[in-house]
């Protein structure tokens, strides 16, 4: 579906139009409704911290049941990820602070821990730093080989105790989990080895008899996950269209950011500025969206910058 806007620039006839995509609506997370009977504790380690970077080593625990595979990368450990965690490929072998260990191919492991869930599913993943890192880690692993689908259909949602311990304990210096670990259980633990880290969590929830209400505060669904970034992943691509736009100080990155969520690109920006001048560009940019809200942005300054660098071009 595409929206016509009529142009009313100078020199252009009034049935004169430009095509410009719809507002896209932004996506929100949404929260579990409620939580399930057992819930699956979770962590990961990497090659790296990139959102393309392999699962090297994947564990989980329900109750006192425990899963853990060391897992072959298809690309290079970072030395930064090696140096944290003690893992390293060579040769076609993974090793563990020098020494050989057991590893699954990829899709194996990634198999192999959907039939282990499986007994108690549907169930809810719980992870430390779980929104920013391991949940959106695991989904692209199991995108890239074919498994989504059936992740799917095994996983509700997610739940982030990080910021749950910040509303716990508000005047912590530090929430990373071995600070947590240290501070509360008054214990050390062999931090950045999956089994061990979802261990220690596991014990740090249950030391605190945490009510469901309080938990599903910070979670979020499955599927809306999948539906944000899919959304953030679009608005990037658009957003790097604007880079010209912000390199000529004409746009902040932010508001970059803003313009290509909302589904624009510089091409759709400079086409309604030919055909319509200010006043379509002036309309493209807060045309309200269906919570009545500008599609980017109402603000003059903006608008000013935008049609002086598109007039530039002329």
Not at 53 to 71: E, P, T
Not at 126 to 144: E, G, P, Q, V, W
Not at 227 to 233: A, C, G, R
Request: proline letters at 4%.
């Amino acid at each position: 579906m595409e929206t016509f806007v009529e142009s009313v620039g100078p020199g252009k006839s009034p049935a004169s139009e430009t095509v410009v995509p719809p507002p896209v609506e932004k996506v929100h997370l949404k929260h579990i409704e409620s939580m399930p009977k057992l819930v699956v504790y979770f962590d990961l380690e990497t090659t790296g911290l990139e959102a393309d970077c392999d699962i090297v080593q994947l564990s989980s625990a329900v109750g006192q049941q425990y899963f853990n595979a060391y897992i072959l990368p298809s690309k290079n450990i970072s030395w930064k990820a090696s140096e944290v965690t003690g893992l390293k490929c060579d040769s076609g072998s993974l090793y563990l602070k020098g020494k050989i260990v057991e590893a699954l191919e990829p899709r194996e492991a990634l198999q192999k821990w959907l039939n282990w869930i499986r007994p108690v599913a549907p169930v809810v993943l719980i992870a430390h730093n779980c929104y920013n890192f391991d949940s959106r880690r695991l989904l692209n692993n199991y995108k890239r080989y074919g498994l989504l689908d059936e992740l799917g259909q095994l996983v509700m949602g997610f739940i982030d105790t990080l910021p749950l311990f910040k509303e716990l304990y508000p005047k912590m210096a530090s929430y990373r989990q071995e600070e947590l670990v240290t501070k509360i259980l008054k214990e050390s633990y062999d931090a950045h080895d999956s089994l061990a880290d979802v261990q220690s969590l596991q014990k740090l929830v249950m030391k605190h008899n945490l009510n469901d209400k309080l938990l599903l505060k910070f979670s979020f669904t499955y599927q809306s996950l999948l539906e944000y970034i899919e959304y953030s992943k679009r608005g990037k691509e658009n957003a790097a269209s604007l880079q010209s736009l912000v390199d000529s100080k004409h746009l902040s990155r932010g508001m970059a950011e803003t313009v290509g969520k909302s589904g624009l690109t510089l091409e759709n920006l400079r086409q309604a500025c030919v055909e319509g001048g200010k006043e379509l560009l002036e309309k493209v940019l807060s045309e309200p969206t269906s919570s009545g809200q500008p599609r980017v942005t109402r603000n003059r300054s903006v608008l000013n910058k935008l049609h002086d660098f598109f007039s530039s071009e002329r």
